[in-house]
């Protein structure tokens, strides 16, 4: 059975930081893809941040790029996610999720998601 | 960034109808668009892949079609366990971007 697990969340001040991981399992890591998606309070989802099984690049958000770093650990089965400079608007329950293929790439959908952990950035 | 517009933003309908969401997207995407089932406090579920396709275990009311840039969900007779926000997601530019969504409530 596929399972994500997400930790990592809480609360933290404006301008900090914080790192989010995933723990895999159920199903080969290093062969998906995978993405970090969240969904503010009373928001629809938003996409954040993925990476192709080898992590060798990765994508972001206009909304997190240069302040969000997506990496993962294939011999750990471990996606992350280090969150800085944060921002009251980056209040959300945070998912990470499956895509069905290995790279990050046209035809690409997300089949298994966590049940989120939530990170909450206020003073 | 390409942008997805659903409508409506929310419907309100009984247990037994026909429930169309339609998602419109900015630019062409091909028929890489995706429908997922959100329900408060669980993980989004996958519906359809592909526009067309149903994901594996996912009940047959459960339709999608397109249309150029518009994509149609549809569901043939509500139940009570589909009462939920629906999203679309397109996976033809980088990065992938969600629709608004459609809450679809008991009326």
């Known amino acids: 059975e596929v399972q994500l697990v997400e930790s990592g969340g809480g609360l933290v001040q404006p301008g900090g930081s914080l790192r989010l991981s995933c723990s895999a399992s159920g199903f080969t890591f290093s062969s998906y893809a995978m993405h970090w998606v969240r969904q503010a309070p009373g928001m629809g989802l938003e996409y954040v941040s993925g990476?192709?099984?080898?992590?060798?690049?990765?994508y972001y958000a206009d909304s997190v790029k240069g302040r969000f770093t997506i990496s993962r650990d294939n011999s750990k089965n471990t996606l992350y996610l280090q969150m800085s400079s944060l921002r009251a608007e980056d209040t959300a329950v945070y998912y990470c999720?499956?895509?069905?293929?290995?790279?990050?790439?046209?035809?690409?959908?997300?089949?298994?998601w966590g049940q989120g952990t939530l990170v909450t950035v206020s003073s | 960034d390409i942008r997805m517009t659903q409508s409506p933003s929310s419907l309100s309908a009984s247990v037994g109808d026909r429930v169309t969401i339609t998602c419109r997207a900015s630019?062409?995407?091909?028929?890489?668009l995706n429908w997922y089932q959100h329900k408060p406090g669980k993980a989004p579920k996958l519906l359809m892949y592909a526009a067309t396709s149903l994901q594996t275990g996912v009940p047959s009311r459960f339709s999608g079609s397109a249309s150029g840039t518009d994509f149609t969900l549809t569901i043939s007779s509500l139940q009570p366990e589909d009462f939920a926000t629906y999203y679309c997601q397109q996976s033809s530019g980088t990065p992938p971007t969600f629709g608004q969504g459609t809450k679809v409530e008991i009326k």
């Open positions: 999720v499956r895509d069905r293929w290995a790279m990050v790439t046209f035809g690409g959908y997300f089949d298994y």
């Open positions: 990476t192709p099984s080898n992590g060798g690049s990765t």
């Open positions: 630019q062409s995407i091909s028929n890489y």
